[in-house]
């Protein structure tokens, strides 16, 4: 940290007055556009975390300031008990887009998740068979309520927040077997994520997906994907459920649905959707038109066949300048990519510490997994940029 910084002054006022659950980095941001940020020092830096995965169309991006102010000068809030027109827009164009035909609101990825496994339990008891079992798996991440912690598979997550909820069985992803003795007519829903971004961007297999689709079919049992991190184009496919060319019964999505405007979806069929009739669930802030006015412009971008294209041509370019860095230095022992998503697992050096060495450098990265460098950028970064973080990242070795 350089004396006489001005990141310094508001670092440790933050240390000061935030509950201690995060560890920022030492500088502030101050200003960003595209995949550049700056910092108070006027410092530069190039952005390949895109906000974890959430400014899916990079910094101050001009038609999502332009939607956003049109949406700002129009109207705020209505509550619930008013139509709010931004939502119903989002929602026209999430349901055109997917398998869905309707669509539930929120603020965030946890919520979405609370509700889609509020809408499976809701779903068989509506129809006189009531199941309260959800089955997970070991390595996933769901979000941080008492739920969702429930749901993953991070000890450290749970450690001293018990009792969690019952009801919830693990079983070992990509474990083909292991399915037939999870799934069961007790089984009210499996949710899955496509491919697991916190543990480091491992994907399922095909055969994975399409027995766990087949299996919960014939069970009866909803198949939920939470597409919180691998949707809106991260994946080079709209949702990462179309990538595997299965349908499941309800998803969810957030984060880069907002480009940076915090919102959640769950997103189901009518018929399932039908047994959440009026008082059954809800949020205050669900919908905000300012954040669905974004997501509605994000959408319209991501979900164009050319956009998604370049998301998988520029995946190439990252994974050939990733592995010829690691020719020369000799870093990771494996690089995973899945679109603008990509987990390089380090070899000899700690994760933190190599973040804190890229940030010196000008770059932004974030850690995934048990020591796991995660590149989330902005999935309309551009070639030179690319170059030029990849190109700090080899000094950084
Ligand atoms: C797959 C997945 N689900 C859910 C969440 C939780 O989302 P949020 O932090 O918006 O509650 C995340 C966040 O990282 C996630 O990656």
Redesign the pocket.
């Given at each position: 940290m350089k004396e006489n910084s001005k990141n310094n002054h508001l670092r440790e006022i933050y240390d000061d007055v935030m509950l201690p659950n995060y560890a920022p980095a030492y500088f502030v941001p101050e200003s960003a556009k595209g995949s550049r940020l700056w910092d108070k020092d006027n410092k530069e830096y190039i952005d390949f975390g895109g906000g974890?995965a959430v400014n899916s169309l990079g910094h101050a991006n001009p038609d999502l300031i332009d939607a956003l102010t049109k949406q700002a000068q129009k109207i705020w809030h209505v509550s619930n008990y008013l139509t709010n027109e931004s939502a119903v827009k989002l929602a026209q164009q999430l349901t055109e887009l997917t398998f869905a035909e309707s669509v539930f609101f929120s603020n965030?990825?946890?919520?979405a998740?609370e509700a889609a496994i509020k809408i499976a339990r809701k779903y068989h008891s509506s129809n006189n068979s009531p199941r309260s079992e959800i089955v997970s798996f070991e390595g996933s991440?769901?979000?941080?309520s008492l739920l969702?912690i429930s749901l993953g598979g991070t000890e450290l997550h749970k450690k001293g927040f018990e009792p969690l909820m019952p009801g919830i069985k693990h079983g070992v992803f990509n474990d083909i077997k292991g399915l037939e003795n999870l799934i069961s007519e007790k089984t009210a829903a499996v949710i899955i994520?496509p491919v697991q971004?916190?543990a480091g961007v491992y994907s399922a297999t095909q055969e994975f997906m399409d027995k766990l689709r087949s299996l919960t079919s014939i069970h009866g049992a909803l198949l939920i994907v939470?597409e919180?991190?691998?949707g809106v184009g991260r994946m080079g496919s709209l949702y990462g459920y179309m990538h595997y060319e299965i349908e499941p019964d309800i998803l969810?999505s957030?984060?880069g649905l907002g480009g940076g405007m915090p919102i959640?979806a769950t997103l189901t069929t009518r018929s399932i959707g039908e047994s959440m009739q009026p008082g059954t669930h809800g949020s205050t802030f669900g919908g905000n038109p300012m954040a669905c006015a974004v997501a509605d412009t994000v959408l319209t971008v991501v979900s164009d066949k050319e956009f998604l294209d370049e998301v998988l041509r520029k995946e190439k370019l990252f994974v050939k300048l990733l592995n010829e860095l690691n020719e020369e230095k000799s870093v990771f022992s494996a690089i995973r990519s899945e679109g603008l998503w990509i987990g390089c697992d380090l070899i000899n050096e700690e994760s933190s510490k190599v973040i804190d060495r890229c940030y010196d450098n000008g770059l932004i990265l974030v850690s995934a997994g048990s020591n796991c460098l995660r590149l989330a950028p902005a999935l309309n970064i551009n070639d030179d940029d690319i170059k030029e973080g990849i190109e700090i990242l080899k000094q950084v070795f």
């Open positions: 974890i965030s990825g946890s919520e998740n991440f769901h979000g941080r969702n994520e971004g916190e939470d919180v991190q691998s969810t957030a984060k959640g």
